[in-house]
């Protein structure tokens, strides 16, 4: 062993993970073609790494394997005793009443508990439109089958429309961005998903008219006053989504539109109810000879309406001056 051999050996390393400049390469294949020893040792390192890589592939195998065997032994546990539950059920249900009734409502829980412990355990595509879509159906069908068998009139088209509403406002973006949408509803998933849940909320308020059989009041106050509270989120989502402004802009404008909402909402529901319009700041009285007014609920509400509308005006316009000045120094 020389002195060039020890050098080689401390770039062997390098070289052997192809890290080495040229120069270093040449150098070291030079040495290698001449030096048995050497070359002994690059063998032996590429032994380690070798070792090294089949340890690692065995342990991900194993752990791979040991999280099947845990699934597969985890699903056959729920689906037993799931059964015995069924089993067990409808033998009661037959020996007590003769007939099967309950057992279904047993039956169809069981779906919803399936639906949200099976269903994920299971080795699928699209898992979570599936669990979503397993729950929601299990659901509506438990809801159902109360309802034939015990409601005395039928209400299930009630809570199937609200379940189907709240569903979509909730998960309707997820479920759109998962499903392999072209053309305009890929490029406009969000829109789609607010025609949507305007659509289920106008439905939802039809049927619920529909089956308590509800007078022309019922009508007139429930659709206005939707179309009145949709104009909020409507606006904050055009704004958000379609304005071409920088973000400052956008928050500023919300802040506007948050600010008037709370301010009119009270003298909206009033002229929806009793016909009347009112001024909203009428009782407004921040100030008296006496130092602040809080006189009646009217002025109190009144009050903290208006301050509600200044702190979102002034700290809308300070937010849009900035988003403003910097749109100039992005010109500039």
Same mark, same amino acid.
């Given at each position: 062993?020389?002195?060039?051999?020890?050098?080689?050996?401390?770039?062997?390393?390098?070289?052997?993970?192809?890290?080495?400049?040229?120069?270093?390469?040449?150098? $070291?294949?030079?040495?290698?073609?001449?030096? %048995?020893?050497?070359?002994?040792? &690059? %063998?032996?390192?590429?032994?380690?790494?070798?070792?090294?890589?089949?340890?690692? %592939?065995?342990?991900?195998?194993?752990?791979?394997?040991? %999280?099947?065997?845990?699934?597969?032994?985890?699903?056959?546990?729920?689906?037993?005793?799931?059964?015995?539950?069924?089993i067990i059920t409808f033998i009661v249900n037959l020996a007590t009443a003769g007939r099967l009734d309950w057992f279904f409502i047993v039956l169809t829980s =069981?779906?919803?508990?399936?639906?949200?412990?099976?269903?994920?355990?299971?080795?699928?595509?699209?898992?979570? &439109?599936?669990?979503?879509?397993?729950? =929601?159906?299990?659901?509506?069908?438990?809801?159902?089958? $109360?309802?034939?068998?015990?409601?005395?009139?039928?209400?299930?088209?009630?809570?199937?429309?609200?379940?189907?509403?709240?569903?979509?406002?909730?998960?309707?973006?997820?479920?759109? +961005?998962? &499903?392999?949408?072209?053309?305009?509803?890929?490029?406009?998933?969000?829109?789609?998903?607010?025609?949507?849940?305007?659509?289920?909320?106008?439905?939802?308020? +039809?049927?619920?008219?529909?089956?308590?059989?509800?007078?022309?009041?019922?009508?007139?106050? +429930?659709?206005?006053?939707?179309?009145?509270?949709?104009?909020?989120?409507?606006?904050?989502?055009?704004?958000?989504r379609y304005f071409k402004v920088n973000g400052f802009i956008k928050a500023g404008l919300c802040l506007f539109y948050s600010g008037l909402f709370t301010l009119f909402t009270n003298s909206m529901?009033?002229?929806?109810?009793?016909?009347?319009?009112?001024?909203?700041?009428?009782?407004?009285?921040?100030?008296?000879?006496?130092?602040?007014?809080? $006189?009646?609920?009217?002025?109190?509400?009144?009050?903290?309406?208006? &301050?509600?509308?200044? +702190?979102?005006?002034? $700290?809308?316009?300070?937010?849009?001056?900035?988003?403003?000045?910097?749109?100039?120094?992005?010109?500039?």
């Open positions: 062993m020389n002195a060039t051999c020890d050098i080689i050996t401390d770039l062997l390393p390098l070289y052997h993970d192809e890290v080495c400049n040229k120069t270093s390469k040449k150098f $070291i294949e030079e040495h290698l073609e001449t030096c %048995e020893r050497c070359q002994t040792l &690059l %063998e032996k390192m590429k032994d380690n790494v070798l070792d090294e890589r089949i340890k690692k %592939e065995r342990e991900e195998v194993l752990g791979n394997h040991w %999280e099947i065997v845990k699934h597969k032994g985890l699903t056959i546990g729920i689906a037993i005793f799931n059964a015995m539950i069924l =069981v779906l919803v508990f399936e639906s949200l412990v099976f269903l994920p355990l299971g080795a699928i595509k699209n898992k979570g &439109l599936w669990v979503l879509g397993s729950f =929601v159906s299990s659901l509506l069908l438990l809801l159902f089958t $109360i309802d034939t068998l015990y409601g005395e009139s039928s209400w299930f088209l009630i809570p199937a429309s609200a379940i189907i509403f709240g569903t979509s406002v909730l998960f309707a973006p997820y479920v759109l +961005a998962k &499903l392999p949408l072209t053309g305009f509803i890929s490029r406009h998933k969000g829109f789609v998903a607010m025609a949507l849940n305007t659509l289920l909320l106008y439905t939802m308020l +039809a049927v619920i008219g529909f089956q308590t059989h509800s007078t022309g009041g019922y009508w007139r106050t +429930a659709f206005l006053t939707a179309s009145y509270a949709i104009t909020y989120p409507w606006a904050m989502f055009i704004t958000i529901i009033d002229m929806i109810l009793d016909g009347i319009w009112y001024n909203p700041l009428r009782e407004a009285n921040l100030f008296s000879a006496d130092g602040w007014n809080w $006189i009646n609920y009217r002025t109190v509400n009144a009050n903290i309406n208006l &301050l509600i509308l200044l +702190a979102c005006f002034i $700290i809308g316009a300070i937010l849009i001056s900035v988003g403003l000045m910097r749109k100039k120094k992005v010109k500039i």
